[in-house]
């Protein structure tokens, strides 16, 4: 899985040319900011109005156009570190749905960042409507524009740093979605899809986790099976030791064999990776020899019995092999 975590912008350029927007020197930035006059709100609390030069129109054919005079070349987006606490929380949490709902991305993108700051600095107060903004939020997952769907990636992560187990029956869309968009070829959109997956992993229960993500390791996509396999393993990895015990042994060992068997290379390196921190967990629970010296002796059934005893010779052999390989290949 990426580790990679260099900012990249997301650059969504004209269908004209820029020169009046040169002119005028309105380039929108990360917090969404537009030139304001003297009746114009502050846009930190969300509830500045959008001019009209700043948006998609509709023509008469039912197809749109931008208005050149005035719009959006670069959007930047803030690290969660950096989002500042809102001024008017009930007049945001007011305005939420509708905002998020709207036609106007820019606004919609405003109003991801202002779930973020809520979801930071006020979570208590976004519990009443959290199941409609979440459903919200996979709207916006599915929108077309990488502005949109990025700054909805970054939200979920916020939001599952806030709310943790509490939603874990609420997010199985949101799941997918995070599937689907840690898949795509668009690098910087796969890439922060990947941190927030990190990040789930981090925030929930492995035991509530790993059965949402177990359906992922059958799905017809190569990609989200791979995707799925190496959350599933980073998970197990969380579970600790006892954590596996109670999961079942013999249940990871079979979806450790399932994923060996995948056609794509990270599949089958999370399932060497989950086979080996099975076999770990194995060989630690097992009793340790009583040598008595009569036959009443405890005897230790090794990792190759267990094997040979729960899955196929071809299946046992292949868990063997790939633990044999990692073991070698492990540094001293």
Same mark, same amino acid.
């Given at each position: 899985m990426s580790d990679s975590e260099q900012a990249l912008k997301d650059i969504n350029p004209l269908p004209e040319k820029l020169s009046s927007e040169e002119k005028h020197?309105?380039?929108?930035?990360?917090?969404?900011?537009? !030139?304001?006059?003297?009746?114009?709100?502050?846009?930190?609390?969300?509830?500045?109005?959008?001019?009209?030069?700043?948006?998609?129109?509709?023509?008469?054919?039912?197809?749109?156009?931008?208005? !050149?005079?005035?719009?959006?070349?670069?959007?930047?987006?803030?690290?969660?570190?950096?989002?500042?606490?809102?001024?008017?929380?009930?007049?945001?949490?007011?305005?939420?749905?509708?905002?998020?709902?709207?036609?106007?991305?820019?606004l919609v993108c405003e109003a991801l960042n202002n779930v973020r700051q809520l979801s930071i600095y006020h979570k208590e107060k976004l519990m009443g409507i959290l199941d409609e903004i979440l459903k919200l939020i996979v709207k916006c997952l599915?929108? !077309?524009?990488?502005?949109?769907?990025?700054?909805?990636?970054?939200? $979920?992560?916020?939001?599952?740093?806030?709310?943790?187990? $509490?939603?874990?029956?609420?997010?199985?869309?949101?799941?997918?979605?995070?599937?689907?968009k840690s898949s795509q070829d668009k690098r910087f959109v796969c890439e922060a899809a990947e941190r927030t997956l990190i990040t789930m992993i981090t925030c929930f229960s492995s035991l509530m986790l790993l059965p949402k993500i177990q359906p992922y390791l059958k799905h017809?996509? !190569?990609?989200?099976?791979?995707?799925?396999?190496?959350?599933?393993?980073?998970?197990?990895?969380?579970?600790?030791?006892?954590?596996?015990?109670?999961?079942?042994?013999?249940?990871?060992?079979?979806?450790?064999?399932?994923?060996?068997?995948?056609?794509?290379?990270?599949?089958?390196e999370a399932a060497r990776s989950l086979a080996l921190k099975v076999k770990e967990a194995y060989e630690k629970s097992q009793p340790p020899v009583v040598e008595t010296g009569d036959s009443d002796s405890v005897c230790k059934l090794s990792w190759e019995d267990f094997c040979q005893s729960k899955l196929s010779a071809l299946d046992a052999q292949a868990i063997l092999r790939a633990t044999c390989v990692v073991k070698e290949n492990a540094p001293v």
């Open positions: 020197g309105n380039l929108y930035k990360g917090n969404f900011s537009i !030139p304001r006059d003297e009746n114009s709100k502050n846009l930190k609390d969300g509830l500045g109005i959008i001019p009209t030069s700043l948006v998609s129109s509709t023509t008469d054919d039912g197809g749109t156009h931008s208005i !050149p005079d005035i719009a959006v070349s670069e959007v930047e987006y803030i690290e969660s570190e950096n989002l500042d606490d809102l001024l008017s929380v009930e007049s945001n949490i007011s305005t939420l749905a509708e905002r998020l709902n709207c036609k106007d991305w820019v599915k929108n !077309p524009r990488s502005a949109v769907c990025k700054t909805a990636i970054m939200t $979920s992560s916020d939001i599952f740093k806030a709310y943790n187990d $509490s939603i874990i029956e609420s997010f199985d869309p949101l799941l997918y979605q995070l599937f689907l017809k996509n !190569p990609r989200i099976r791979a995707k799925a396999s190496m959350c599933f393993c980073g998970s197990v990895q969380s579970l600790g030791m006892d954590g596996i015990q109670i999961y079942g042994i013999d249940k990871l060992i079979e979806v450790a064999i399932t994923q060996l068997h995948d056609q794509l290379p990270e599949s089958r």
